[in-house]
């Protein structure tokens, strides 16, 4: 009997919490404020590397070591391919030897001749022998001039053997591998300046009127979804032929992970400014492919569509007419609310 009695209570508890319900969701609100600001149109771009490097031997030789690949990232100065200096070496060795025999002929030669210009004071030599002796002298001393100058050029050829990265950059392409011989000139390897990272997206000619050198523009990468603040450098100078599109070109900050050609969506600016409502992205949830915010009404999540016309960081801009200045939309808590859902207000913003 108190069996069933226990079971009579725990039946009569879940009903209650059953009719009761969950409990109210909670929620931070944020204000939506007036501003003028400019509608975005978004723009596919790509990626590219205006400054690129095609480093190229300035001797030839063989190819000791290679020290990147395709895709390494490299600071400026690092060693990228070392050539074999084994006979360059020796020839230093035997231009250093001959110097030094050209400094012991200039001793006998600058000694012959101040022995024949005593003499030749003295009128106890002809002219023509202290003529020879001193022009014996100065070519003993040119001919030293012309080891060292030889000398200094095999030490240079022997530094360029190193060929280091002159910027820190990406590695492109490669073009030769371990012993294989390059001749002068032969191209080695492809950098790109990672502080020279740009983007390269179209729009229609009409819409530089709405363009400003310098503003800041939002950049999406579509590779990882992540979104990036690039700075409007300038346009290309040439427009396309067919389309009549302009260029822009937009500087983005340097990435360890990024390869030339990625497109990038661009939110470039499409009208001059103008008044419209504005609030946190935060506020924004997507449904089936739409934008939609949440209000509170009656303490209750009411979801309503949302039309984004400008993207500014963490705000957006809206014409919607239902979304108006000092409302107040779900900024927090957004992610799990069911349209009718009861919550409670914890905050403001």
């Known amino acids: 009997m108190l069996k069933k009695i226990m079971m009579i209570g725990i039946c009569s508890l879940a009903s209650i919490a059953h009719a009761a319900g969950p409990p ?7 204000e939506v404020v007036k501003q003028e600001v400019a509608t975005t149109q978004s723009v596919t771009g790509v990626l590219y590397y205006e400054r690129v490097s095609d480093i190229s031997t300035e001797v030839a030789g063989l190819v000791e070591e290679i020290k990147v690949s395709q895709g390494d990232q490299v600071k400026a100065g690092q060693l990228l391919v070392r050539l074999n200096t084994e006979i360059l070496e020796q020839e230093i060795v035997l231009s250093k030897t001959r110097i030094a025999q050209s400094e012991l002929r200039i001793k006998n030669k600058e000694k012959n001749y101040k022995r024949l210009e005593r003499l030749f004071n003295s009128s106890g030599v002809s002219e023509k022998d202290y003529d020879d002796a001193y022009f014996a002298y100065q070519d003993a001393q040119m001919e030293k001039r ?5 000398l200094a050029k095999l030490v240079l050829e022997q530094k360029r053997s190193k060929i280091r990265a002159p910027f820190s950059g990406v590695v492109l392409s490669k073009g030769v591998d371990s012993g294989a011989w390059v001749q002068q000139g032969k191209l080695l390897v492809s950098i790109g300046s990672s502080s020279d990272l740009f983007v390269r997206a179209p729009i229609a000619e009409n819409m530089l009127r709405f363009i400003q050198v310098g503003e800041k523009i939002p950049v999406i990468l579509n590779a990882f979804n992540k979104e990036i603040e690039g700075t409007l450098i300038g346009i290309d100078p040439v427009a396309d032929i067919k389309t009549k599109n302009i260029f822009l070109k937009i500087k983005i900050p340097a990435m360890a992970i990024v390869a030339q050609n990625m497109s990038a969506s661009v939110l470039v600016p499409s009208s001059f400014k103008k ?7 935060a506020a924004v949830i997507k449904f089936q ?5 949440y209000t509170v009404k009656e303490d209750k999540a009411e979801i309503m569509p949302i039309n984004i016309v400008s993207y500014m960081g963490q705000m957006i801009a809206t014409d919607s007419p239902s979304i108006v200045p000092g409302a ?3 900024i927090e808590g957004n992610e799990r609310l069911r349209p009718g859902q009861s919550v409670m207000v914890v905050g403001g913003k």
């Open 328 to 330: 107040q939309v779900v």
């Open 275 to 281: 008044e419209l409502s504005v609030l946190s992205r």
């Open 24 to 30: 109210p969701a909670k929620v931070v609100l944020g």
């Open 289 to 293: 492919g739409k934008d939609f915010v």
């Open 146 to 150: 012309a080891g060292q100058d030889k």
